[in-house]
């Protein structure tokens, strides 16, 4: 079979069973795939070909007598932020140019429990910081639908993996949008669960009270199936909730009817829509919600706290964060060290200006300026009660509503190279950053084109709400068909 990298999980699932093809011929076809396009794309920084083949020969064989696990032999491929025992783990940065972890990530763990086989490790902007994967050590990542544009960021390498048809699913990480912002770039379903669904343990960290990781899929059942094997409670991580996971795949093959949708209440924020959003792109969202409607949804118009408060917000937290995060990070106990060093003071400052990138120096230096004494009361504490406003406001807006539906970015793609300065670049994340400011989950799904690139449709759950999200798109991708649409390079 040619077309192998065009099938979903669940047609994955169905070959193998029926012996269509094996793993191992799956593994091969993607490897070869990767081989000769990913040069152009520059989405993997490590292909773990060798570990792969032996996995899928393994899963072939495991199937071969008898074992059931619905994932098992199913190719995937991992953001380079999730530590994996034995292979390189650089986090996009020169600082972990040499890092071989020595354990799992437990989502690692949890995915390979479940037979899925890791082709290798995703480009990202350095540290999860950035949202167009222009600020990785490691280059630039091209987006498959014109590689003249970014595949947005920080999971830029994972987006660019699935949309070229390398790996039909991929981990990310979300921390103020790196999921859902590439998902929409790259035509993509992404989604952040809630704060504490999934371990963070082994995912390295940027901001921890905002980071997340989740999944990315060509739709809503695809990243089910991923989310479904990696979440779960980790005593291992202290923010991890001891919570059941529900049975997403279940929920989402009961969904039926005429009106799928009847009985939603669907909130839409005025406050997402107004001057910053491209017009092309807020009518693409303003036709997703007549399909909501067409499906028996009911629109509702809620409040929520104005996106530039919360962008501010973010932008100071997650700094904060970052900087005593990012200050293990010194040049002696592993990582990057820069020669000859004539002192401890200048073994410290060059491995830390030699390791890190601009952008990472940027928000080291923010942080640390935002806690320091006589800044923490005005700055840090500050935000931090901004953002249970942030929070308040969302709960407030889901007394009236179930689920709410924003775009997921301003813009289409845009291009490579364009020079935008920081803060241009931030305000590319001002629809998504609330999420994670709230701890809320959150989906991306592609409602339509704009110029030939793929527009994002976000949708907000309250906690816990995951079933939400992943039921309302996948009704949405049960009667259109954007999803289905793909770049001209994996056709
Ligand atoms: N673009 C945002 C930032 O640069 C979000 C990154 C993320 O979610 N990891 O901080």
């Given at each position: 079979m040619s077309n192998l990298h065009t099938l979903s999980v669940q047609e994955i699932i169905t070959g193998l069973a029926n012996k269509d093809f094996s793993s191992l011929e799956l593994t091969n076809h993607l490897l070869n795939r990767i081989d000769s396009l990913d040069k152009d794309i520059n989405s993997f920084i490590t292909v773990t070909a060798d570990l792969a083949k032996e996995q899928a020969k393994l899963a072939d064989e495991l199937r071969a007598k008898g074992d059931s696990r619905p994932l098992l032999g199913v190719p995937m491929a991992h953001k380079d932020i999730f530590c994996t025992q034995g292979v390189l783990t650089t986090c996009g940065s020169k600082m972990l140019y040499n890092f071989v972890s020595p354990y799992n990530a437990t989502i690692v763990e949890n995915i390979a429990n479940a037979g899925m086989i890791s082709l290798g490790k995703l480009n990202m902007d350095e540290f999860a910081?950035?949202?167009?994967?222009?600020?990785s050590y490691y280059g630039a990542v091209h987006n498959?639908?014109?590689?003249?544009?970014v595949p947005g960021g920080s999971s830029g390498g994972s987006a660019a993996a699935v949309a070229a048809g390398f790996v039909p699913v991929a981990t990310g990480s979300d921390t103020g949008g790196s999921i859902r912002q590439p998902a929409s770039f790259c035509g993509l379903t992404g989604i952040k669960p809630t704060y504490g669904r999934v371990s963070r343990f082994g995912m390295i960290a940027y901001a921890s009270s905002f980071d997340q990781a989740g999944a990315f899929g060509r739709s809503a059942l695809d990243c089910a199936c991923l989310l479904q094997a990696m979440s779960g409670y980790d005593p291992k991580d202290s923010t991890s909730v001891n919570k059941e996971v529900p049975d997403w795949l279940g929920e989402l093959d009961k969904v039926s009817g005429d009106k799928p949708l009847a009985g939603l209440r669907v909130g839409v924020p005025q406050e997402y829509f107004?001057?910053?959003?491209?017009a092309d792109v807020k009518a693409k969202i303003e036709d997703a919600l007549k399909v909501y409607q067409d499906l028996g949804a009911t629109l509702v118009y809620v409040h929520l706290t104005d996106p530039q408060i919360t962008l501010a917000t973010y932008y100071l937290l997650a700094p904060a964060e970052a900087s005593s995060n990012l200050s293990r990070f010194d040049g002696v106990r592993y990582g990057y060290r820069c020669e000859n060093p004539k002192d401890l003071h200048d073994l410290y400052t060059r491995s830390r200006s030699e390791g890190f990138g601009a952008e990472v120096q940027r928000r080291i230096i923010m942080g640390t300026y935002a806690l320091s004494a006589g800044y923490f009361d005005a700055y840090y504490v500050k935000a931090q009660k901004v953002r249970r406003l942030i929070l308040n406001d969302f709960l407030k807006a889901f007394e009236t509503c179930d689920i709410i539906a924003t775009?997921?970015?301003?813009?289409v793609a845009y291009k490579l190279?364009?020079?935008?300065?920081p803060a241009e670049i931030y305000m590319g994340d001002v629809y998504t950053i609330g999420v994670n400011l709230a701890g809320l989950p959150s989906l991306s799904h592609p409602v339509g084109f704009v110029g030939g690139l793929p527009v994002g449709l976000q949708l907000i759950g309250k906690h816990w709400a995951e079933s939400e999200l992943l039921k309302t798109a996948h009704v949405y991708q049960a009667n259109t068909k954007f999803h289905q649409e793909m770049a001209d390079l994996v056709k």
């Open positions: 910081m950035g949202s167009d994967n222009e600020k498959p639908w014109d590689l003249e544009r107004g001057t910053g959003l491209n775009p997921t970015a301003p813009t190279g364009e020079n935008l300065s």
